[in-house]
C-alpha cells in the first residue's frame, strides 16, 4: 500500500485520530509516558514514513533497542507536550503544538509504563541533530515497508499466553511496545481500528 507524503495524507491522519475511541489505562497503577510517531518523508522524499531511534549503548534502561523518540511524563505535562517535548530532546526536533495531530490507545508496558503515541506530523524539512547521550542513530522507515508479506509477525512464547508482535523490514526486528504502538498507527492508516494493548513484549523488554 502506497502512502504519498502530502497534504492531503495529513488532512486524512488528523481525521482519523479524531474519530478515533482512545483507550485509557488507569493512571493508578502505571505511570505516564508519551512517544512521538513522526509523519515524515522516507529515504526515496515522496512516501510518508516515521522516524525510528536506536538507543545509545550507554543507557541504563533498554541500551541499543529500537525505539521512539519519548520518555516520561513530566509533572503538567499533557501527552502532546511531553512527545514534542522529548523530540527536541533527542533529536534536536522544535514542533509547534499544532503539529500534533492526534494520540492513539495507552498501551501498559512490563516496566510499568501506560505508553501513549501521539501522532506528529513532521514535515519535510525537519533539521535532525540526535543527541549522542540518548540516540545512537535515527532512521526515516516508510509506512509502505509495513504493508509487506511478513512485516508484522506474532509469535508464541512459553512465558506468556499472549502473543508477542513483531516487526520485520529492512534487516531490523522491533518488538513491543515500539511494535504495537506502530501497528497501531499503520492499521489506523489503513481505516481500521485495531487495540494492541494486549500485545506481549520478549522476555527481554520486561525489565
Known sequence: MSYPFTATLRDEIAARCGDFPRRIEPVSALKLAAVAIVVVPAEDGMEAGFLLT?????????????????????AGETLGMAALRELDEELGVTLTPDSVLGVLDDYPSRSGYAIAPVIVWGGAALDLRPNPDEVASVHRISFAELSKPGAVEFIAIPESDRPVIRLNFADRNIHAPTAALIYQFTELLAGRI???AELEQPVFAWR
Open 54 to 74: 536506536r538507543r545509545a549503548a550507554t543507557l541504563r534502561g533498554h541500551a541499543g533497542q529500537w525505539a521512539l523518540p519519548g520518555g516520561r511524563c513530566d
Open 194 to 196: 485495531t487495540r494492541v
